[in-house]
Antibody, heavy 115, light 107 residues
């Protein structure tokens, strides 16, 4: 069974940093591209970033470009999102999801940016 | 960037009703579109992939159609467990983009 488990969320002050992790199991992680998607409280879904299976191709939403960095460790079956210069508008549940087609999803981890 | 315009933003319907939700892409995306259902506090669940293929385990009352720029999700007979928010997603090009969502509520 495919499992994606996010961790690393929490409360951080504006301007601060946080690193999210996504632990993958139940499939050959190194064969799939991976994604981060977020959802602000009471709002819709927003694609954040994607990384190809070998990390050769990386894409970001304009809203996070220059502040967030996606990476992966295929030996550890793990996906990461380093978030710097955090803003109040980055407050959201962050989901990791597999594949170009963005499925399946993890359960999400909440990031709250507030002073 | 490709914009996805989803309509309606909300609808009220009764159990047994036929429900249709539409997504329009600002440019052609072939059939690179998925439909997702999300219930409060839960991660989205994909219902349809490649615009019209039913995800394994999803009831057959859900169907998708369309190609290019016009796409439709249809629920043939709404059930109590179908009250949720639905999103389309285009993955034809980056940035991937979601529709704004459709909240299906009980009439």
């Amino acid at each position: 069974e495919v499992q994606l488990v996010e961790s690393g969320g929490g409360l951080v002050k504006p301007g601060g940093s946080l690193r999210l992790s996504c632990a993958a199991s139940g499939f050959t992680f190194s064969s799939y591209s991976m994604n981060w998607v977020r959802q602000a409280p009471g709002k819709g879904l927003e694609w954040v970033s994607s990384i190809s299976s070998s990390s050769s191709y990386i894409y970001y939403a304009d809203s996070v470009k220059g502040r967030f960095t996606i990476s992966r460790d295929n030996a550890k079956n793990s996906l990461y999102l380093q978030m710097n210069s955090l803003r109040a508008e980055d407050t959201a549940v962050y989901y990791c999801a597999r594949d170009v087609q963005v499925d399946p999803w993890g359960q999400g981890t909440l990031v709250t940016v507030s002073s | 960037d490709i914009q996805m315009t989803q309509s309606p933003s909300s609808l009220s319907a009764s159990v047994g009703d036929r429900v249709t939700i539409t997504c329009r892409a600002s440019q052609g995306i072939r059939n690179d579109l998925g439909w997702y259902q999300q219930k409060p506090g839960k991660a989205p669940k994909r219902l349809i992939y490649a615009a019209s293929s039913l995800q394994s385990g999803v009831p057959s009352r859900f169907s998708g159609s369309g190609s290019g720029t016009e796409f439709t999700l249809t629920i043939s007979s709404l059930q109590p467990e179908d009250f949720a928010t639905y999103y389309c997603l285009q993955h034809n090009s980056y940035p991937h983009t979601f529709g704004q969502g459709t909240k299906v509520e009980i009439k």
